[in-house]
Each structure stands twice: as structure tokens, then as C-alpha cells.
């Protein structure tokens, strides 16, 4: 059996939010490509819409979120599993995103995120000029 293990792995992710492979980060996503955009799922359960936050900059989307607890007195807690505090995930994708064309829903705790690439970014074809005696300078 082989063992793998990272000494460094508690100085990069001290409070366990980044995820393995075995254990999965506090906001799980899955990232598609359809046509000229990504689509993108991002588990945030126990999250009130109103405290998500989508940037998107050039082609980084950063999603931060605040997850609630109930506030009863009267509670005592005997697991308490998931993070508290500010959730932050930044996805960096291969193209410019066009930002202002970006939908965003929150459906039973999942984040579903439309995220179309820039015209700018997407690839056209070239027209090759046939029997051009132009010279060409550096």
C-alpha cells in the first residue's frame, strides 16, 4: 500500500477550506464548456442569496459567500463540520469572460453561473491575402 502524504499541506491550507481528493473544499465546483461559454456549479448550501457576491475580472470569477447558523440561545452544538466565516473562491478560466453578459442563479443551495466568453477571446479566422508583392519590415 503506498501512502501519500504532504508536510507542507498545513501551511497551505491551515484551516482545511482547499480540499483533496479524498476530502472536497468548502465550495465544491464543477465547470463545464458549452458552445462559446462555461457554465459553472458551485455547491454553497445554508446560504442566503442575498450574501453571495460574483466579480468577474477579465478571466477570474470570484465567488464569496457567507453561510447563516441558527442563533438560538438555547442550541447546543454537538458536531460543527461546516466553516464558519467568509467563503472565497476565485476559478481563473482559460479566456476573457464577458461580464456584463454573465447569469447568475442560486437553486437549492447550488450556484449556477452562465459565463459567456468574450467575443474578443474567441477565435476567428484569418483571411490570407493571395499574391501580395508587399514587402514586410520588422
Known amino acids: 500500500m503506498i501512502l501519500r502524504t504532504d508536510p507542507f499541506r498545513d501551511l497551505r491550507d491551515p484551516f482545511g477550506l482547499l480540499g483533496t481528493t479524498t476530502r472536497p473544499s468548502a465550495m465544491p465546483v464543477d465547470i463545464y ?10 455547491d454553497i448550501p445554508g446560504v442566503v442569496v442575498d450574501s453571495i457576491d460574483v466579480t468577474v475580472r477579465r478571466n477570474v470569477v470570484t465567488v464569496t459567500a457567507r453561510p447563516t447558523r441558527p442563533e438560538e440561545a438555547s442550541l447546543e452544538i454537538l458536531l460543527n463540520e461546516r466553516p464558519l466565516g ?20 442560486y437553486v437549492d443551495g447550488v450556484l449556477l453561473l452562465h459565463l459567456p466568453v468574450a467575443e474578443t477571446s474567441r ?16
Open 123 to 138: 477565435p476567428r479566422r484569418v483571411t490570407i491575402r493571395h499574391g501580395a508583392n508587399e514587402e514586410i519590415s520588422a
Open 33 to 42: 464548456r458549452k458552445d462559446e461559454a462555461y457554465l459553472v456549479q458551485m
Open 86 to 105: 467568509t467563503l472565497t473562491r476565485s476559478i481563473a478560466l482559460g479566456e476573457e469572460i464577458d461580464a456584463g453578459a454573465v447569469q447568475a442563479d
